[in-house]
């Protein structure tokens, strides 16, 4: 099967920014759709922005990023990278969230998430991802 991922960036609006309660809405949401849509998915936020890694077949992909856009919980959402893959890079979860863990910090070196290029914004969610990883 054909696998497409994207990578976006966006400003978390309003409580998205900081509250637990909306993060745990959106975690609920995306969890439910995308096991549904064979997406998997991690979510990082930090320092306000929201930085997503979306994997799965390219019109289910388009199709979340479509809906994503309108979404008032964010803004200016900026693609960082949207191509074609030979496999899912970042586990098997419909969403995962993962925190700034100290590699992860590493890799994003005290830069704003909006000012990665596409292969470190790629490295910082897999290292995220490995270490928010828990044993079958
Ligand atoms: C930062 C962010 C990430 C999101 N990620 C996803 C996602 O991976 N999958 C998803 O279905 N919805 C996601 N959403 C929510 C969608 O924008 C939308 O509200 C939701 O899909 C609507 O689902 P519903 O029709 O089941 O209520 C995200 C929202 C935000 C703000």
Redesign the pocket.
Known sequence: MPLHRAIFV?D?VGA?ATSLL?LAE?LG??????RR?G?T?A?M?HDGR?L?V?EGRRADVDR?MD??R??P??ENVRLLSDVAVADRRFGDW??ILVELTSAAARVLNGEPLDQLSPARAETLLATAVDAAAVPA
């Open positions: 966006s978390a998205a909306p959106i949401q995306a969890g439910r759709n995308n849509s997406l998915s979510l936020r929201f997503q979306i979340l809906r994503l309108l979404d919980r964010h419909p969403m």
